[in-house]
């Protein structure tokens, strides 16, 4: 079993982290994609480094393809990427992906599939924890913010998968010194320096629960908190606009979850299945970031939870 880390040439935000963990040793070149000459890789121990020439967001399956090029079993993959905010705020976020809230026919703006959620990556939650330490350590911290974004984008995946991004800026994508915790983040986090690797899910862990988070803003602040404070895994983190809901005011029904239109219900049972197959015997917890919703909304929301529950 083997770790994709997947950047591209394009991106200074990816490439730049993967020149600076390159630098670190015992890298060697590593199979190359015979139909497919812009991709690259190396290998480290148990690590795979993909470097390709293409959007990073339109890069489906690479894990699938990975597997029939080697014969190798991919066990989860990593993508580097730049992120971009309209604050302009630097920053280093984590994340995991998909687009459960589109529907059929929809064409997903930044890649994936509609009504797709990824297996979130175990490592999100101890890598936002891990990441924290590394940049206060290195002075970016209170410069840059450190923080999750809630699941969006591709490319699309069949193994557990998180973005680790720079933004928000030419400026910041550019900045070797924040490149360089994301590689340090990477080799400490696989362990690749001689230590234990940090985020391997196991179904004995004494801490088993698993957030859920359900509504807010895209940086999902009150479900980083939780993270944050009682170091809890992360699943998918859906913000108000994965969450899709059609007024009943406006159309006239009554508020219950059964006929509130819009592909909410879809979206959170895309984003909660994929979230038990990621972290098997996990104590699934859905937190809802009441301030973000109205009550009917709320309420729908909880019944339908409730209902799955026991379904």
Partial sequence: MVTLVVATTTDPASINPAKALLAMPGWHPGPSFKEEENIRSFTNEGVRLLQHDNFIVNEDNLDLRWEQLTGESVHEIIFLSKHTAVSNRPALTVHPIGVPHLKEGDVPPQGGKPGWAALPNPRIGPWLRLLKNIAFSHNLVPEFEITLEGTHHGPFTNKPTMFIEIGSTEEYWKRQDAAQVIALLIWEGLGLGGGAAVGNWSREND??????????????PRHMDIVLKDGVWVGHLLSGYSLP??????????????????????SIKASLEATKLAFPGGEIIAHLDHKSFKSWQKNAITGFLVYRNHS
């Fill in 207 to 220: 801490k088993n629960k698993v957030l859920l988070g359900i509504g807010g803003g895209h940086y999902a």
């Fill in 245 to 266: 809901m059609e007024d009943p005011n406006l159309s006239k029904v009554e508020t219950n979850s059964k006929e509130i239109g819009g592909t909410w219900k879809e």
